[in-house]
């Protein structure tokens, strides 16, 4: 038996790899479609999605316009999405669609090119093109087919995908102002929540509002000051109104007092010294 020597069991293997190669090679050179096609589904199903979609990308042309067209574009986007290609995957779902809109899988596969997206998604500190992608493919998705038993998944994966586009624009605000940009600082915090009303960063944005304008006001031109110590007060009422518990209150009334200090010293009337005459 092989088994019983490690050198003959590797001879073995490698016979039995050798004529399954010769094999498929001899059927993807074949000029009999049905056999090509038949093969390509037992290469799915047994799981070699690699082999499936050589013989796919064969047939795909050939049954084109036919009554297996429909098949055979199913089974060559879904081998692509088993086999971890998402970049493909997702192009062929969509493609699978507007070719056959009616399909019963249409439904599935848009869907799934809207996940494809959300594998792709990369960690936060990433480019989020992607991510921005599968949140609109989503909700085409949602829009059109608002009664599928995949909204509530495709909701969920939404808020997700939000979440992470949410961070990415909090950090990018936190970063201008850690390196004192802050009219950039500023802005962004602005834009974030008003891109993602109740947005989970919203108390941080409006305390690192009032942080901005405050420090933005300290290193200020003497003329500019004031201006933007009123800022100061005014974003320090807003955080009060929107979260009048807030756990950055403590360090936001310190800020607050001391602008409002500022103020007094900047509105306060020069002392005029008076001397007598010699």
């Not at 039995?16 to 000029?31: G, P």
């Amino acid at each position: 038996m092989p088994g019983s020597n490690p050198r003959l069991l590797l001879i073995f293997i490698l016979l039995i790899f050798t004529v399954y190669s010769c094999k498929f090679q001899r059927i993807l050179k074949s000029d009999d479609h049905e056999l090509m096609y038949q093969k390509a589904i037992e290469y799915y199903e047994e799981g070699d999605y690699n082999r499936a979609i050589r013989l796919f990308s064969e047939v795909i042309r050939i049954y084109r316009g036919t009554a297996r067209a429909e098949d055979i574009n199913y089974y060559y986007a879904m081998a692509h999405y088993k086999q971890g290609d998402y970049i493909l995957a997702s192009h062929y779902f969509k493609s699978f669609v507007s070719i056959f809109p009616r399909s019963k899988h249409a439904e599935e596969f848009t869907f799934l090119s809207a996940y494809c997206k959300y594998l792709q998604s990369p960690r936060y500190s990433l480019d989020q093109t992607v991510t921005r992608e599968a949140v609109q493919e989503f909700q085409k998705f949602i829009n059109r087919y608002p009664h599928s038993e995949h909204v509530e998944k495709a909701n969920e994966l939404i808020d997700e995908l939000r979440l992470k586009l949410e961070k990415k624009r909090f950090e990018i605000a936190r970063l201008y102002y850690d390196i004192n940009d802050f009219r950039a600082a500023i802005r962004t915090f602005e834009n974030l929540i008003y891109d993602f009303p109740g947005t989970v960063y919203e108390e941080k944005a409006l305390f690192y509002i009032v942080k901005s304008y405050h420090d933005f006001a300290r290193m200020s031109i003497p003329e500019r000051q004031p201006e933007r110590y009123e800022k100061t007060i005014e974003a320090h009422n807003r955080l009060v109104r929107h979260y009048p518990e807030s756990e950055f209150l403590d360090e936001a009334d310190r800020l607050l007092n001391n602008s409002k200090k500022q103020l007094e010293n900047i509105h306060k009337p020069a002392e005029v010294v008076l001397t007598e005459p010699d």
